[in-house]
């Protein structure tokens, strides 16, 4: 079994319970809804009535948004977030109310002083910016049509007034602040100029306006020249330290290396660069004539080596002249390269000081160009604000003049009527959840088996009457057929058949159940024994129209015989044992020797006993009773007993050491109780068909019966 369905603090509905929620309270929900429903028709109808006019305005952004400079832009369309919001304040704002009070008299129309007319009119004024557009309506909604448009119409034309008027004030303003900070500039400027032509005449410099050389002409500057010195300077440096490089190497060299060497200088007095290779080449062809076999004093090797031998005087000789010619250069360099030195630290100097002078003029001329641009810029700005003043354009225009409205637009019946429907509904359901969250009575077989861990003997529907009286086979006796049979299977010992049925409280239909169950035992050939112990308010004898004036009491306190205080009814198998005189002790009584013998006699002379009794919670006789006989039922009204009160029920019959056989689920609408209504179709299946003559019931044969007790097990007589 699912776990869920074994906690009683289960909360989750399935959407069948919620509609069987519905269906059990509905008249809680119906009665919420009317209740509501007339609240809201009796409101709408005592709500006065308003009548609602409207205008519609156009807005425009700001004519004069000035920018003076560039990158000081705006919102182009002139609107901010909180554009229209501020709209709608200023329409209502005191300013704008005055006028409209003051136009039309509102303070003698309305009898009222000028700080309450003010209070009333913004109430009853609302504007809204139509979504997407530049639009403003303006509604004014009060109980005369005529008043409404009027006071829409002023409002417009006090808003667009205003507005106008305020504008105007902002574009004179504005203008008057630009003409003065023209003249400012112009002086400025003035001032600017003054100086600068004074740094130009001490400087003596050539300034013919913004050019490419910052502004000065004649020739190379200082630091151009400067500039210049140096990298001479630096190139001078470089040609003397190659020179010391070769002069260097020539003096470590000698031989055919020293040769090599002296060839590849790139010199213009270098001799050797042709003697070398001439002289590579003789010394190969004496060694080639060597070679060939000739000797040593050949004439050709002789002539040959002659001829080589003066080329190398020739190269040595060479190799002198070149290092003396570059000791030469190297000192007209050195000399060079003094003289270069003196001459760049002057030039530099002379920059230095140059720049220092020229400080003073470069700002000086910055400020000048600076001001006189931004002077320019101020003018064309004041000429294109006094060519756009000229230029006249509406703040406000009005689409959409005001009319007197011929129906009035609150209260609108409709809609307060859905909404009444709408809430009576929702309340109705809401306080019928809530009643049902707060019942707790019995509602279901789950409820009594899980509370009192015994079983459901049969489920009584609704409006049950009494079956002996009803002519032919009726439906609802199935139920106490089941209740019969339950009781039958649900009894350990075939012996317990003395039963008392019990209830919580009263009127729970405990005295019905009993009349009908022992009318099916009856009929099913059981001898049954009605007692009505209920000495309290006894019920019993109603059923049967009987006198209860001898009966239980009487016996229990005289010594009548038990065939005096037995009346048979007018059916078969049924007897009835009244209630007797009521006594003033009824406990005391139950509660005695011979009401325990009265139970064993009868136990033994029908075959079941079924005794009346008070309701337990109440009185003490049910208890002892309980204590008296073999089996206890309990009998509970379906969603009346609650489920504290149905367990103390059970514990009161176990105290007294009671055995309880089940519970009995009576008076339960199977029409609105889903879960039951299987019931009624199992009902409906035994009900004779129709025009199947119906069955006699035992009350019309047996209605002359003589009244007779049956003996006691053991006499002659056999029961069954």
Known sequence: ????????????????????????????????????????????????????????????????????????????????????????????????????????????????DRETVRGRLAGIIDAENIRGTDLIEIRVRTSSAQDARMIAERVSEAYRSRRTKLESQRTEQALAELRDAVQKQEDSVEDKRKTLTTIIRNQELIYRGLSHNGGREGGLSSDDEARMAALSFAELSEQKIMLDSQIETLLKYDGDQLMTYAAGLQLP?????????????????????????????????????????????????????????????????????????????????????????????????????????????????????????????????????????????????????ALGAVVGLIFGVGIAFFLEYLDTSVKTLEDVERYLQVPVLAVIPKDVGVLYKQSGMSPDAEAYRILRTNIEFNRKNPEDNAITV??????????????????????????????????????????????????????????????????????????????????????????????????????????????????????????VLASEVDLTMIVVQHRKLPRNMLMRVKQAVENVGGHVIGVVLNNVDVRS???????????????????????PTSANQAEKAPASVPPKSGSDEDLY
């Open 269 to 417: 007095e270098n001799i050797i660069r042709a003697l070398h290779p001439q002289y590579l080449e003789g010394k190969r062809s004496l060694d080639a004539l060597k070679l060939g076999g000739l000797g040593e004093r050949h004439p050709n090797v002789k002539q040959q080596r002659e001829m080589v031998e003066g080329m190398r005087r020739d190269l040595d000789e060479g190799v002198v002249a070149l290092r003396e010619t570059l000791r030469a250069q190297l000192e007209l360099a050195t000399e060079q390269l003094a003289r270069l030195k003196e001459q760049m630290d002057e030039k530099k100097s002379r920059a230095v000081q140059q720049g220092i002078g020229l400080h003073g003029f470069d700002d000086a001329k910055a400020e000048f160009e600076t001001s006189q641009r931004l002077l320019e810029q101020l003018k064309i700005k004041l000429v294109g604000e006094e060519m756009q003043r000229r230029i006249t354009e509406n703040p406000i225009i009005i689409h959409a003049e005001p009319f007197e409205s011929q129906g009035a637009v609150s209260p609108n019946i409709p809609l307060n009527l």
């Open 1 to 112: 079994m699912n776990s869920a369905a074994n906690n009683p603090s289960e909360a989750a509905l399935h959407a069948v319970d919620y509609w069987q929620v519905v269906k059990n309270r509905y008249g809680i929900i119906l009665l919420t809804f009317l209740l509501v429903f007339m609240t809201a028709l009796v409101i709408t109808y005592v709500m006065p009535k308003k009548y609602e006019a409207s205008t519609t305005l156009q807005v425009r952004p700001k004519t004069h948004s000035m920018q003076v400079f560039q990158g000081m832009s705006r919102d182009p369309s002139g609107m901010s977030a909180s554009f229209f919001p501020t709209e709608f304040e200023v329409i209502k704002a005191q300013k704008t109310l005055d006028i409209v009070i003051d136009d039309l008299e509102l303070m003698n129309r309305w009898g009222a």
């Open 673 to 695: 109780d889903s879960q039951y209504q299987y019931y009624t179709s199992y009902y409906t299946y035994y009900a004779p068909a129709e025009g199947q003559p119906a069955v």
């Open 502 to 623: 019990v209830s919580g409280g009263a009127g729970e239909g405990k005295s019905t159940t009993l009349v009908n169950l022992a009318y099916i035992c009856a009929q099913g050939g059981y001898t049954t024994l009605m007692i009505d112990a209920d000495l309290r308010r006894p019920r019993l004898h109603t059923f049967f129209d009987i006198n209860n004036s001898v009966g239980l009491t009487n016996y229990l306190t005289t010594e009548l015989m038990l065939e005096d205080v037995i009346l048979q009814t007018p059916v078969d198998n049924l007897y009835f044992m009244p209630s007797g005189i009521l006594p003033a002790d009824a406990a005391g009584i139950l509660n005695s020797r011979r009401m325990s013998e009265l139970i064993q006699d009868v136990k033994q002379r029908f075959d079941l006993v079924l005794i009346d009794s008070p309701p337990i919670l109440g009185v003490s006789d049910a208890s």
